[in-house]
């Protein structure tokens, strides 16, 4: 069984930083592509960021671009995203999820539990 951990979220202000953390359970790690989505309450869940395999290729919401970074760390089992510049617009839960292979052009199988993100002065 997969499971994914998320940790590093709270409560920051406009302009502040935060790095999010995922931490999956399971040997073949480094075979799947990662991602980050978000939801506030009474909305479809919102792609954030995505990461291959290794590291190689990533890809962002245009919402986030030039603000936030998703990186992995395989011998560590985590991905990582760090989050600069946060506006109120971000806030959010935040899920780490599993693609199904080396890629993001599939939709993900597994999914954390999220942790809750707030902008806010």
């Known amino acids: 069984q997969v499971q994914l951990v998320e940790s590093g979220g709270g409560l920051v202000q406009p302009g502040g930083s935060l790095r999010l953390s995922c931490a999956t359970s399971?040997?073949?790690?480094?075979?799947?592509?990662m991602g980050w989505f978000r939801q506030v309450p009474g909305k479809e869940p919102e792609f954030v960021a995505a990461i291959t395999w290794n590291g190689g290729l990533t890809n962002y919401a245009d919402s986030v671009k030039g603000r936030f970074t998703i990186a992995r760390d395989n011998a560590k089992n985590t991905v990582y995203l760090q989050m600069n510049g946060l506006k109120p617009d971000d806030t959010a839960k935040y899920y780490c999820a599993r693609y199904r292979d080396l890629y993001y052009n599939n939709d993900p199988d597994y999914w954390g539990q999220g942790t809750q993100v707030t902008v806010s002065s």
């Open positions: 399971g040997r073949t790690f480094s075979g799947y592509a």
